[in-house]
């Protein structure tokens, strides 16, 4: 404070001899502040390395205890592990004695054995040697027996066997013939019967089914709203459908063009939801799709249920109900799929009640034998062997099942009910009217068929049966034998597969006759 007052006065004073006092003060008080901020510098560093030092002594000390005690823990672990180690070796030693035991006991039982063994070869040796004697003299007798009568033992029992196939041989075939007979003219009047009076009781449709739909419209400008700006919408409705939309100069109609018919009926409903709303963008069409498709499947279920309790057929998997229902919008060579199981069915479960057979069996078999038709992912077997594994998959009866996948002769039939199914199938599909297809390219294709198997060598007839489903080849029995008919089979399939299109697949029957032709003068 003082020194404060003194450069004041000193301003007083003079402001020259003011400035020049108070510089020579400020650099004498500038040097007295160095040397202190130098001592107490130097103080602190003095007791930094003692506090250092005493640290470095400390740290020392804890190292050398936590040493220690690290020792001692290491020798407290190390002796434990010494005493497991004698303890397992002194256990090891006590299994040592025991195994040696048990080796001593297992010699004395391979020596008992050994004894046993020797005893049983002795007695096996006197027993062949008896055998032995027994043989020479059994030969003996053979051959005294064979001396007599002239004749070897083998050529006595092939006369005998000869003889005795023959005689039955000629009663069975007198006896099979006779049966034959009478079974073939009771059986086939009953059949033709049974037949009759089941398409007598059967009356359906006409087939009226095809690949397009036709949606009408009340006037030409909603065609414009349908096409959308540089046909945005329609490109929308196909990619969402999967049908083709044709817009032409038709009048008040829209041509809707797809093979499956379901998609062709999501795309009319969605198409008259979209004219009366107004609303038509590719957003709004896609949900307009979605929904239809919802309801679409849910009609597919309502079809389904309403048609099994229209025929009585009950307890069905709603898988199968599902693809009962999809036959209603499936055709088969423009026969409604639906119609023609239902037709099936009634058919099947008339047949069998005619024949005292499980009419409901029957009717379920019906129903179903088709169903490999409908399921919606792509199969490369037949629908048949299709329709059979899915009835397998929901637990049908397995008569059922085999009536499925033998409707078409794929498979042997098992039971009854397979032959009734596949002349009921047969019955619906080949009425008249029932199926509608080109008759010249029908009649081209099974021509084509025929030619095809007429170029090779060997074949003398050759016949498209079932609708050009099957080949019946008829071969030259002496210049083709069993296995070269074999292989005649394969070359005419593969053949076929390469140069002609047909749907679902041919059966090739090569048939070789043998004939043997003897006149009785």
Same mark, same amino acid.
């Given at each position: 404070m003082g020194d404060v007052l003194y450069i004041i006065l000193a301003g007083l004073v003079g402001l020259g001899a003011g400035a020049a006092l108070a510089g020579v003060f400020i650099k004498n008080k500038h040097k007295q502040l160095e040397e202190e901020t130098r001592d107490k510098v130097k103080s602190m560093l003095r007791e930094a390395e003692i506090s250092a030092e005493s640290m470095k002594k400390d740290k020392i000390l804890e190292a050398k205890e936590k040493y220690l005690k690290l020792k001692s823990e290491f020798d407290d672990e190390m002796s434990k592990k010494k005493n497991i180690i004698i303890t397992n070796e002194n256990k090891v030693k006590q299994r040592e004695q025991q195994v040696a035991k048990e080796l001593e006991q297992v010699k004395r039982k391979e020596a008992e054995l050994d004894s046993k063994k020797e005893n049983l070869n002795a007695q096996l040796h006197a027993v062949q040697v008896k055998k032995d004697e027994l043989d020479k003299v059994t030969n003996q007798r053979i051959a005294d027996l064979e001396k007599i009568a002239g004749l070897t033992r083998e050529e006595a029992r092939d006369q005998l066997i000869t003889m005795l196939t023959e005689e039955a041989q000629t009663k069975a075939s007198s006896q099979i013939k006779d049966i034959l007979d009478e079974a073939k003219l009771s059986a086939t009047k009953q059949a033709k019967k049974i037949v009759l009076d089941t398409i007598q009781r059967t009356a359906t449709e006409h087939a009226v089914e095809n690949c397009v739909s036709v949606f009408n419209i009340d006037s030409d400008d909603i065609k414009g709203k349908i096409i959308g700006r540089e046909g945005r919408n329609i490109r929308a409705l196909e990619s969402a459908t999967g049908v083709e939309i044709v817009v032409d100069d038709t009048p #008040?109609?829209?041509?809707?063009? !797809?093979?499956?018919?379901?998609?062709?009926?999501? %795309?009319?409903?969605?198409?008259?939801?979209?004219?009366?709303?107004?609303?038509?963008?590719?957003?709004?069409?896609? /949900?307009?799709? %979605?929904?239809?498709?919802?309801?679409?499947?849910?009609?597919?279920?309502?079809?389904?249920?309403?048609?099994?309790?229209?025929?009585?057929?009950?307890?069905?998997?709603?898988?199968?109900?599902?693809?009962?229902?999809?036959?209603?919008?499936?055709?088969?060579?423009?026969?409604?799929?639906?119609? +023609?199981?239902?037709?099936?069915?009634?058919?099947?479960?008339?047949?069998?009640?005619? $024949?005292?057979?499980?009419?409901?069996?029957?009717?379920?078999?019906?129903?179903?034998?088709?169903? !490999?038709?409908?399921?919606?992912?792509?199969? #490369?077997?037949? +629908?048949?062997?299709?329709?059979?594994?899915?009835?397998?998959?929901?637990?049908?009866?397995?008569?059922?099942?085999?009536?499925?996948?033998?409707?078409?002769?794929?498979?042997?039939?098992?039971?009854?009910?397979?032959?009734?199914?596949?002349?009921?199938?047969?019955?619906?599909?080949?009425?008249?009217?029932?199926?509608?297809?080109?008759?010249?390219?029908?009649?081209?294709?099974?021509?084509?068929? /025929?030619?095809?198997?007429?170029?090779?060598?060997?074949?003398?007839?050759?016949?498209? $049966?079932?609708?050009?489903?099957?080949?019946r080849v008829l071969v030259d029995a002496e210049n083709v034998d069993d296995q070269t008919a074999g292989k005649l089979s394969f070359d005419i399939s593969q053949k076929i597969e390469k140069e002609m299109q047909y749907p679902g697949q041919i059966k090739i029957t090569v048939i070789r006759e043998m004939r043997a032709v003897n006149y009785a003068r």
């Amino acid at each position: 404070m003082g020194d404060v007052l003194y450069i004041i006065l000193a301003g007083l004073v003079g402001l020259g001899a003011g400035a020049a006092l108070a510089g020579v003060f400020i650099k004498n008080k500038h040097k007295q502040l160095e040397e202190e901020t130098r001592d107490k510098v130097k103080s602190m560093l003095r007791e930094a390395e003692i506090s250092a030092e005493s640290m470095k002594k400390d740290k020392i000390l804890e190292a050398k205890e936590k040493y220690l005690k690290l020792k001692s823990e290491f020798d407290d672990e190390m002796s434990k592990k010494k005493n497991i180690i004698i303890t397992n070796e002194n256990k090891v030693k006590q299994r040592e004695q025991q195994v040696a035991k048990e080796l001593e006991q297992v010699k004395r039982k391979e020596a008992e054995l050994d004894s046993k063994k020797e005893n049983l070869n002795a007695q096996l040796h006197a027993v062949q040697v008896k055998k032995d004697e027994l043989d020479k003299v059994t030969n003996q007798r053979i051959a005294d027996l064979e001396k007599i009568a002239g004749l070897t033992r083998e050529e006595a029992r092939d006369q005998l066997i000869t003889m005795l196939t023959e005689e039955a041989q000629t009663k069975a075939s007198s006896q099979i013939k006779d049966i034959l007979d009478e079974a073939k003219l009771s059986a086939t009047k009953q059949a033709k019967k049974i037949v009759l009076d089941t398409i007598q009781r059967t009356a359906t449709e006409h087939a009226v089914e095809n690949c397009v739909s036709v949606f009408n419209i009340d006037s030409d400008d909603i065609k414009g709203k349908i096409i959308g700006r540089e046909g945005r919408n329609i490109r929308a409705l196909e990619s969402a459908t999967g049908v083709e939309i044709v817009v032409d100069d038709t009048p #008040e109609a829209i041509i809707i063009s !797809g093979f499956d018919p379901v998609r062709r009926e999501i %795309a009319r409903l969605s198409l008259h939801r979209l004219v009366q709303d107004g609303r038509i963008h590719p957003a709004r069409i896609e /949900e307009v799709v %979605a929904k239809t498709e919802k309801n679409i499947e849910e009609e597919i279920v309502e079809i389904g249920e309403r048609t099994c309790i229209d025929l009585g057929v009950h307890g069905l998997h709603p898988e199968l109900i599902k693809m009962v229902g999809r036959m209603r919008f499936r055709s088969s060579y423009g026969q409604n799929l639906l119609q +023609h199981s239902r037709e099936v069915a009634k058919l099947s479960s008339t047949m069998a009640a005619e $024949m005292g057979l499980n009419a409901k069996l029957a009717k379920r078999a019906g129903l179903l034998h088709d169903i !490999g038709k409908v399921w919606p992912e792509e199969q #490369e077997l037949p +629908h048949a062997i299709l329709g059979m594994e899915l009835a397998k998959r929901y637990k049908e009866h397995p008569e059922v099942c085999n009536a499925i996948g033998a409707h078409h002769d794929e498979i042997e039939m098992t039971s009854m009910i397979s032959p009734i199914v596949q002349a009921s199938d047969a019955i619906s599909g080949s009425r008249p009217g029932a199926r509608r297809e080109i008759m010249d390219s029908y009649i081209k294709r099974l021509k084509e068929l /025929e030619e095809l198997a007429l170029g090779f060598d060997g074949v003398n007839k050759c016949f498209a $049966m079932q609708a050009g489903r099957e080949l019946r080849v008829l071969v030259d029995a002496e210049n083709v034998d069993d296995q070269t008919a074999g292989k005649l089979s394969f070359d005419i399939s593969q053949k076929i597969e390469k140069e002609m299109q047909y749907p679902g697949q041919i059966k090739i029957t090569v048939i070789r006759e043998m004939r043997a032709v003897n006149y009785a003068r």
